[in-house]
């Protein structure tokens, strides 16, 4: 499969009738239930919805960290689930920036490491790696002294700055943000999400956010509402 950035063509994320079962005693509790949802390239989709809905399955599946039950997840139009286990990782790698619920920083590195700690596995020459790690954090509004912070010398609204510039690094095509506000103050929240907007026009990123908190709406493209394991365009009706 060749997936380097200069051949790639950018169409986005596909999910397409995706359905997605947890074990559940005797039987199985459905977190996806029929999902389908595209979102293009420069797109700030937002999904919506209770706690328990299944948004952070649904990013998971987006994701490929999760195969579904059935349904097809298309990555820049590669259908993830035809793909074997090294050739989707290499899929997640090149072409999927994730920023999950629970920050998974690690504890002894500067942000600036926390950026370049994967980069043997990308080929990027030391110095280059660095410098864009640099222009990352520095475009996300982390400046030179933050960035040789460790994460407990951050706030938590620059924490999560940090995992979105990480997120960024190997120049996705599509950003999954889960809850990147939930451990944020209103004015903080709102700053993510408006960071999350201009990064997805400036990288042209298919970007899907996952909040419960409706209060920050105001700058997404779209609004869709997850209930029940089902998805659908906000007003639409479920
Ligand atoms: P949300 O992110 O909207 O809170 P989740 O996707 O985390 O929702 O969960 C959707 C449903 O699936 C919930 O009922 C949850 O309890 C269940 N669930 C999530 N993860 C697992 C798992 N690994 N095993 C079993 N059930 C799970
Ligand atoms: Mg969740």
Do not use: C, W
Request: avoid cysteine; glycine fraction near 10%.
């Amino acid at each position: 499969m060749t997936t380097t950035t200069s051949t790639r063509t950018r169409t986005g994320l596909a999910l397409r009738e995706v359905t997605l079962t947890y074990p559940d005693g005797e039987s199985r509790l459905t977190a996806l239930d029929r999902v389908s949802l595209t979102v293009a390239p420069g797109e700030f989709a937002a999904v919506a919805g209770p706690s328990g809905s299944g948004k952070s399955s649904l990013l998971a599946v987006a994701a490929t960290l999760l195969r579904p039950d059935s349904g097809a997840v298309l990555v820049d139009g590669v259908d993830a689930g035809a793909l074997g286990d090294r050739e989707r990782t290499a899929l997640r790698r090149e072409r999927l920036g994730i920023v999950f619920q629970q920050s998974n920083l690690l504890a002894s590195l500067t942000a600036v490491e926390q950026l370049l700690v994967l980069e043997s596995v990308r080929g990027r020459r030391p110095r280059e790696a660095r410098r864009r790690a640099e222009e990352l954090l520095s475009s996300v509004g982390l400046d030179g002294a933050k960035q040789r912070r460790r994460p407990h010398q951050l706030s938590g609204g620059e924490r999560q700055r940090v995992n979105i510039a990480r997120a960024l690094f190997g120049d996705p095509s599509v950003l999954l943000v889960d809850e990147p506000t939930s451990a944020l103050d209103h004015e903080r929240g709102a700053q993510i999400v408006r960071l999350l907007a201009d990064i997805t026009r400036t990288h042209d990123t298919a970007t899907v956010m996952v909040t419960h908190d409706r209060e920050l709406l105001g700058r997404v493209d779209r609004v869709l509402e997850m209930q029940d394991g089902r998805l659908a365009e906000a007003g639409a009706g479920l």
